[in-house]
């Protein structure tokens, strides 16, 4: 259930609300909006008579919200949710590009990373310190050296961080380096680690798993957002199918699913998306035509010498070419919005005058 606030309802009247909820033995969720303050209400088994909450002061209307993913959902936010990172806005006008390789190898490695994605204008680095990797034999991070090293890069650069967690027990290391923590497709449904992240302040993306659902993924996210941390940025990673000719299979059209269903920005994983380095910049370009509000791209400074995921990594030349063409797509749409607009306004204008005789 949804209780949507009055307007001019104040701080007494939000509270007594989430009282009232937390008196019937639920969990109370304030979410500001850009008119009004709703509050979500989670931990219920079945639904609740709307005039516990209609009679209250300041309470505007009580809403039943019909999807399961209930905190997730456009229903409870109407608007757009827009995530801080290191003061970089995601789901804003902006796109966001965050670029660095899928693993810290050294601290050489991960600063000349770091520079050649700031040379390219972007404003996020990626990197990996804890690698979960299919073979046990496969190297797998350098653990708290490799988050020393991307905070060195960041004190250098500026760029916040974004790296993984892999499991509760080293959650708090990564959480004290990292800007935004990432879940990866491999535990998008490790419920404890979920939780985990909901209860942290830092900023969490969540990877779509290689074959979970749209609704699935959307509930993944419903774990962090019912524990209280409501700043998540989903991603699409690429999912398995039968497809030989691309890693995985980048599923672009669940860009605009989750924007009609969710408030919660979403951002394109190329890289992993397709695994085959020429084939990262055309499916970026399709990602931010689709309606991406960022791309987090996996770029080292020598790919044919990457420890992990060369082949699909971009060199410092081709992220920069990357860059300015997603952002020349990003002011091409920006223009036909505006355009739109005008001719909306143009032809209302048109209406009017047709309407008084002019």
């Known amino acids: 259930m949804l209780v949507v606030m009055k307007a001019q309802a104040g701080p007494a009247d939000i509270a007594q609300v989430c009282e009232r909820i937390e008196a019937l033995g639920f969990k109370s969720h304030i979410i500001p909006g850009e008119q009004r303050t709703a509050i979500g209400i989670t931990g219920n088994s079945g639904p ?45 006008r902006e796109i966001v590009l965050c670029g660095g390789p899928c693993s810290v190898e050294s601290r050489e490695q991960i600063l000349e990373s770091a520079r050649a994605v700031k040379a390219a204008g972007g404003e996020l680095l990626r990197g990996g310190a804890y690698k979960p990797r299919t073979s046990p034999y496969s190297f797998q991070g350098l653990a708290e050296e490799g988050l020393r090293y991307l905070a060195d890069a960041r004190e250098e650069t500026g760029l916040g961080i974004v790296t993984e967690a892999v499991d509760t027990e080293t959650f708090e290391l990564v959480e004290s380096y990292a800007d935004c923590i990432q879940i990866g497709a491999r535990n998008m449904q490790n419920f404890s680690l979920l939780r985990r992240a909901g209860r942290s302040q830092k900023p969490v993306l969540l990877k779509r798993g290689m074959s979970s659902t749209l609704e699935e993924f959307l509930m993944a996210a419903e774990y962090i957002l019912s524990e209280g941390n409501y700043k998540v940025i989903l991603c699409e990673r690429g999912v398995r199918t039968f497809a030989d000719h691309t890693r995985n299979t980048l599923d672009l059209s669940i860009v605009p699913a989750v924007q009609i269903l969710s408030h919660l920005p979403i951002i394109v994983d190329p890289s992993h998306g397709t695994g085959k380095r020429d084939k990262v910049i055309p499916m970026a370009l399709a990602s931010i035509a689709a309606g991406a509000s960022g791309l987090i791209v996996e770029v080292h400074p020598v790919p044919e010498r990457a420890l992990s995921d060369g082949y699909q990594s971009l060199n410092p030349i081709e992220f920069a070419e990357m860059a300015n063409e997603c952002r020349a797509i990003a002011e091409l749409l920006a223009d036909k919005r505006r355009i739109a607009s005008l001719q909306k306004n143009d032809l209302g204008l048109r209406g009017k005058r047709a309407i008084n005789g002019d």
């Open 48 to 92: 609740i008579d709307t005039a516990e909450f209609e009679h209250l002061p300041g309470v505007a209307e009580a809403i039943r919200v019909s999807k399961s993913y209930k905190l997730v959902s456009r229903e409870t936010k109407p608007e757009n949710t827009v995530v801080l990172v290191n003061g970089v806005a995601v789901g804003g």
